[in-house]
DNA sequence: TCGTTCGTATAGTAGACACTAAACACTCGA
DNA sequence: TCGAGTGTTTAGTGTCTACTATACGAACGA
């Protein structure tokens, strides 16, 4: 589960290869030098700053949450949120925790739904 | 909003005084040294690490989540369901940031309903 | 006034985090 | 065969995190 193909570093040169990107390229397009993203890619150095892998997912059209999930980050934005409800969120997280992304889908929509009802 | 009473540090200071605990038996309580927790307390060093803000938190029966997100940070925890799930939870927070108590209450036991639903 | 307890100031550290530069070995087209 | 490109190895570095030990000055009780 960190050396597979499946990991960050495999997936991030997975992106990178599938549209034939040289490696110091990449790098530059990302804003990091050759030497490090080459050991990132291989698991050698552990996954970048946030920052990093958000223009990594950029770059390559992946989902900036997705990819940082994979870097075993959650993004400052998501953090920032739970912070401004802790109890709130972190009961819901807990409820939450398990149900299938269609579950997810309509708590989603139903939070929405909610929020529209504010402007009231 | 850093150096006011609803501080962390602040707040630590006050939740210590409350129950009358000297600094240095509190320290030992909670396991670190006497000297870093005056620091802490003033806020001239930044929040402890998770562990010992739950040791706080617990020691004074306080919740958990609220102290951590006052230090600044989300739970391993937390940070691990939403790893889990990233888009989903993402876009979860995105939809719910903003709403009341109240409102993330319903969306919690709409959760539970779910989840109960599936052992059906 | 001595011993104890209080909080604080000073000065440091081990280890992790997030990287970089330079040099190297290999391959491939011209 | 050479030079231009590929990825890799070696050997670091500066900054931050999360603390600690020792020493200090003030107050209080016996």
Chains 1, 2 share one sequence.
Do not use: C, W
Not at 7 to 22: Q, Y
Not at 48 to 72: F, N, S, W, Y
Request: net charge neutral.
């Amino acid at each position: 589960m960190s050396n597979d193909d499946s990991s960050f570093g495999a997936t991030v040169r997975r992106l990178r290869n599938e549209k034939d990107i040289g490696l110091r390229k990449f790098a530059q397009m990302v804003g990091m030098s050759p030497t490090y993203l080459s050991k990132v890619e291989r698991d050698e150095f552990a996954p970048p700053a946030e920052d990093k892998v958000r223009a990594i997912a950029d770059a390559r059209g992946q989902d900036a949450d997705e990819l940082l999930a994979l870097a075993g980050r959650v993004s400052a934005e998501l953090a920032d949120i739970i912070k401004r409800h802790p109890r709130e969120m972190a009961t819901f997280l807990r409820a939450a925790n398990g149900l299938s992304a269609e579950e997810m889908q309509r708590l989603v929509e139903e939070a929405r739904r909610l929020k529209k009802e504010e402007g009231t």
